[in-house]
């Protein structure tokens, strides 16, 4: 299973999880011109996705979806909340899902994740090719256990880690808007997700994505001091990475070998 990260942040998100002839698109929160031609760069052309899957309906998830459907005739897998906030109107090939529940979509099963966020029934997911597994949640203001459990067994984990609540609080963001991120129902700071990830077992073969890093309220190295720190000298036992907002692709692939002692990847 192979897995790229073309975007990630409050200005776009978009995820390619691939298995054989199955391709996901998680989320379709780029210019439909840019995802076309991330897409592409990665040989997915024009109708051959298999489906895309929805986190939620806010607009840094969904800007590209309307469109980008003209060139991918697949359905929209979504929660029942995430369809009626997104309001498509006849016509829209979807298929509702339920969190909790399993789906196989072509070579992989996709088990969505209620989270806790300022939306209509978000979820993040989990994604199996039978041996490997993805998990991928941003957009969460806290993690449960329903959460912390679909971490735990993760080969490769996506966590947000959204901002650093020393420059939040620091910030120029007006007040309420402050209340609404660190909310229960908002985002996971550098702290949260750092405690999270320290409540893992840091096996050979693991890797960490820090994901939907704020450009005020964070940076990608405060974010990687805080994750290390609170995780301690385990943390050289696996590869933990920020994802970028925009540029370069970042991609991990399940069958690459893990050399020497299990303490790099080969990327
Ligand atoms: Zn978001
Ligand atoms: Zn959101």
């Not at 942040?9 to 379709?28: E, F, K, M």
């Not at 697949?74 to 995430?82: E, K, R, S």
């Not at 998990?135 to 969460?140: E, N, R």
């Not at 073969?205 to 890093?213: D, F, P, Q, T, Y």
Request: hydrophobic letters at 40%.
């Amino acid at each position: 299973m192979r897995v790229v990260s073309l975007a990630s942040g409050s200005s776009g998100n978009a995820l390619v999880i691939q298995h054989g002839d199955t391709t996901l698109l998680l989320d379709a929160g780029l210019p439909t011109h840019a995802l076309r031609t991330a897409l592409a760069a990665l040989r997915v052309g024009d109708d051959t996705l298999t489906a895309i899957l929805l986190s939620h309906e806010h607009h840094d998830h969904v800007c590209g979806l309307a469109h980008l459907l003209r060139y991918q005739h697949v359905p929209v897998i979504c929660t029942a909340g995430t369809l009626r906030a997104l309001d498509p109107g006849p016509g829209f090939g979807h298929k509702v899902i339920v969190p909790g529940r399993a789906y196989e979509l072509g070579a992989l099963v996709v088990l969505p994740v209620e989270v806790s966020h300022d939306a209509s029934e978000p979820v993040g997911f989990v994604v199996s090719d039978g041996e490997a597994t993805a998990a991928v949640f941003t957009d969460l203001g806290t993690v449960d256990q329903h959460v912390y459990e679909a971490l735990r067994t993760a080969h490769l984990v996506v966590l947000e880690a959204n901002y650093d609540s020393g420059l939040l609080e620091r910030g120029s963001y007006p007040w309420p808007l402050k209340q609404r991120i660190r909310s229960p129902r908002g985002h996971l700071s550098n702290e949260e997700c750092a405690s999270t990830l320290a409540r893992l077992d840091f096996w050979a073969g693991r890797e960490i994505w820090l994901a939907h890093l704020s450009a005020e309220n964070n940076t990608p190295r405060r974010a990687l001091q805080t994750v290390r720190q609170t995780i301690g000298i385990r943390h050289e036992r696996v590869p933990i990475r920020t994802l970028p907002r925009r540029g370069s692709p970042v991609e991990w692939d399940s069958r690459a070998p893990v050399v020497g002692t299990g303490q790099l990847r080969l990327l």
